[in-house]
C-alpha cells in the first residue's frame, strides 16, 4: 500500500552547511541532531527508504528552530537556504519526495509572511512548519495568526512542531530543566498548549476549514479527553482575577473539545501501539496521516517508520480507513496527484 510520510526531516546541504556556520556547537537537541548522519546523507536516506514498499516522504526541516539560533538577515538566509534546497530535492526525486513543507524565519513575522509567499507561491511548498512558541512568544499574537490566516486562505495545512530548550526548568528553584524531561514531557506539552492558545483564540471559528497537523497524534489532549471535554466546559469556574465564561466561552461557538478535534494528528508516536489507538479514537481516520519522524530514533532512522507501518498494519480498521491515514488524507490536504 502506498505510504507518505508527511512528519519526518531533513537537512539539505545548503542549509546544514549555513547552520554550521552559525551555530556549529548548539548545545543540547543540537548535539542530537549533528549525530544523525540521514539528515544530511542522502545516499543513507535512501536506503533506509528502500526497505519500505511504495514508501515517499513530505520533506521538512529538523530543529532547532531557525529563530532560536539566528537573528535578522541570517534567519532569513537559513529560512531561503532551506527551502530552496527542500524544493530542489522533490524537483530531482519526484518519487520519493512528493513535497515539502516552508521553514521560515518566525523571529521576524513580516520576513516570515514573505517567505511563505516565495516558497508556496514560486517554489511550491505545500504548507509551513511553525513552533509551539516563537522564541517564548505564543502563537495567538496578531503577527503569527496572520499566517494561520494566509494559510487557510491558500487552503494548506500548518505543521505544529514542538520546540522546548534545557534552559526552561522543570521547578522554579533550579536553572534548567533535568534527564532530559524539557524533550520527553516539555516537548508534547508544548504542542497541547500552543494547541489550546489556537483554540481560545478563535481561530476556527473564524477560519473552520483551517488545517494544522499536530506533530505525534496532538500530543497530550487524546490522553485528556476528560479534561479538555468536560473540564474545560467548565472554563472560569476554577479562576479568580479574570472571567473566562463571559470573555472565552460565551464568545465560542463551540465546546473547546469540539475544536480540539478539527486539528489533524500524525502518527509519530515512538512506536507505541497504546498512544495510537488513544489518538485514533480521539481524531477518527480522516483527520490522522501516517508519519514516522525519521530519523530520529535508535537506529538512526528505520525503526520508528518499520513500527510505525507495523502498529498500522495490525489495528483493526477498515482497508479504506488504512488508506486514508497511509496516503489519502495527505493527497487531499497537500494537494497532491492521486
Known amino acids: 500500500m502506498r505510504k507518505i510520510d508527511v512528519f519526518n526531516h531533513i537537512y539539505p546541504t545548503a542549509y546544514f552547511d549555513l547552520v554550521m556556520k552559525v551555530a556549529p556547537t548548539f548545545k543540547d537537541i543540537g548535539k542530537r541532531m549533528r549525530g544523525i548522519p540521514m539528515l544530511i546523507d542522502l545516499d543513507e536516506r535512501f536506503r533506509v527508504m528502500d526497505r519500505f514498499d511504495d514508501y515517499h516522504q513530505v520533506l521538512s526541516i529538523a530543529t532547532p528552530p531557525i529563530e532560536v539560533y539566528s537573528s535578522g538577515s541570517v534567519s532569513i538566509d537559513l529560512a531561503r537556504a532551506a527551502n530552496d534546497g527542500m524544493a530542489e530535492l522533490v524537483r530531482k526525486h519526484p518519487d520519493r519526495f512528493p513535497a515539502f ?3 521560515l524565519p518566525l523571529n521576524d513575522a513580516d520576513a516570515a509572511m514573505r517567505e511563505t509567499e516565495r516558497a508556496v507561491g514560486d517554489l511550491g511548498a505545500r504548507g509551513i512548519q511553525m513552533f509551539s512558541n516563537i522564541n517564548g512568544k505564543p ?4 503577527e503569527y495568526l496572520a499566517l494561520f490566516d494566509r494559510m487557510a486562505a491558500c487552503d494548506l495545512p500548518v505543521w505544529l512542531h514542538p ?3 534545557a534552559d526552561i526548568s522543570d521547578y522554579a528553584t533550579e536553572p534548567r530543566s533535568q534527564y532530559e524531561i524539557w524533550w520527553t514531557f516539555g516537548w508534547p506539552y508544548e504542542t497541547s498548549v500552543a494547541m489550546a492558545r489556537l483554540v481560545f483564540s478563535g481561530i476556527f471559528d473564524r477560519h473552520p476549514n483551517l488545517k494544522i497537523i499536530t506533530h505525534h497524534l496532538g500530543a497530550m489532549v487524546p490522553y485528556f479527553e476528560g479534561r479538555v471535554g468536560p473540564g474545560w466546559d467548565q472554563l472560569g469556574s476554577r479562576t479568580t482575577d479574570v472571567d473566562y465564561r463571559t470573555t472565552v466561552l460565551q464568545r465560542l461557538k463551540k465546546r473547546p473539545l469540539d475544536y480540539f478535534k478539527m486539528f ?5 508516536v515512538f512506536g507505541s501501539y497504546a498512544a495510537t489507538v488513544c489518538g485514533l479514537n480521539f481524531f477518527g ?6 508519519a514516522s519522524d525519521a530519523p530520529f530514533d535508535p537506529e538512526k532512522g528505520p525503526m520508528y517508520i518499520r513500527e510505525t507501518i507495523a502498529i498500522l498494519d495490525r489495528l483493526p480498521m477498515s482497508k479504506a480507513d488504512r488508506e486514508c491515514i497511509y496516503w489519502r488524507n495527505a493527497v487531499e490536504l497537500l494537494k497532491l496527484p492521486s
Open 101 to 103: 513543507v516552508a521553514s
Open 139 to 142: 502563537l495567538d499574537r496578531p
Open 163 to 165: 520546540f522546548r530548550g
Open 264 to 268: 489533524y494528528g500524525d502518527t509519530a
Open 285 to 290: 481516520p480522516a483527520r490522522v496521516l501516517f
